[in-house]
C-alpha cells in the first residue's frame, strides 16, 4: 500500500475506495453485461473507451472520488483522453510485460495519471498489476521496438509474442532485474493511481477466476499528443483545451448518438487503432 501523500515520491499509490453510489460485486456483472450487449451491435468484445457507449462505465470514469484524487495530482482542468479494460480469463496465460505509458501514447506533458479499477480481486495470483515505486522519476527509460506507435498501431502491427496484451517492446527487462516491482493487490470497487511514466505490468491469471480491470486515463487540459493537429478528448472538469474536439457523455446505453460518437473516436489517438486488451 502507498497513500496518496507518497505519490509525489512513487509515481503510484493504491488502495482508493470509489464513492459509495457503486457496489463491489456488481462491477464484474456490469463488465459482462456490457459485453453482452457489445457482442450482440459489434459482433465483437470492446476494450477501448467502453465508457462512451455505456451509463454505468460513464458514471465510473466521473466516480467523484477518483476525480478528487486526480485534481490533486494534475489540478482541476481535467480530460479523458483514453480508457481500456484489462481483462483475463481464469487461467489465462497472457501478460503485460512491463512499460512505461508514454512512449506508446506520445502525450507532450506529465500531468497525466491513470485510475486502474478492479472491477474484481486483483492479486499476486491472479495477475495483478505491478510497479516499481520511483520509476517515473527516470523519465523516458527506453523507447519502443517501433518508431511511430501512432502509425504502428493504426496499420494493427505488433511485435510482441501472442501471449503480451501489449503490441510493442518496450525493453525494460534488465531495469526491472535491478528494481523490485511492488504488487498492486486491488479487492473490487478499490482503485489505483500511476503516473504516465511510472514502470509497470502484470503476470499471467493462475487464479479460478476472473480478473478485470477499467483503466482511465485522465490529462491536463493543456497536454496533447506530439504527432496530431489535434484529438479528441471527454472533458471531465475545469478549463476546457481548444486542442482536444469534445466526446460526448452516453444518455443511455449503446444509443444513436453514443454511437455515431464512438465511430468518430475510433480514429483518435488514444483509441490505439481499437486495439484490445483481453
Ligand atoms: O491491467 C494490466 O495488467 C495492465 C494495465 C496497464 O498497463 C495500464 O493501465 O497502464
Known sequence: MLGIHDYVSNGVAWPFELSGQFIPGQLETEYFKFQKAAQKIYGKKISIKPNLLSVFFDALAFDSEIIKQVSSIIGPDIYIWSSAFFFKAPKDGRIVSFHQDNPYWQLTS????????????????????????????????????????????????KTTPDHDLLS??????????????????????????????????SGCNASKNYRIGFAIRYVSSTTEHEME??????????????????ERRPKRDFDVDAITCYRKSLQSAGAFGDKSYG
Open 110 to 157: 506529465n500531468e497525466i495519471v491513470t485510475a486502474w479499477i478492479a472491477l474484481t480481486e486483483s492479486n499476486g495470483r491472479s495477475g495483478a498489476m505491478e510497479a516499481i515505486p520511483g520509476s517515473y522519476k527516470m523519465g523516458l527509460i527506453k523507447t519502443l521496438d517501433v518508431e511511430n506507435p501512432r502509425d504502428a498501431y493504426q496499420q494493427g502491427i
Open 168 to 201: 510493442y517492446k518496450n525493453n525494460l527487462d534488465e531495469y526491472v532485474q535491478k528494481n523490485k516491482p511492488v504488487t498492486i493487490n486491488l479487492l473490487p470497487g478499490q482503485f489505483s493511481l500511476h503516473h504516465v511514466n511510472t514502470v509497470h505490468g
Open 229 to 246: 493537429s489535434s484529438d479528441r478528448a471527454l472533458h471531465v472538469c475545469g478549463r476546457k483545451s481548444p486542442y482536444f474536439l469534445d
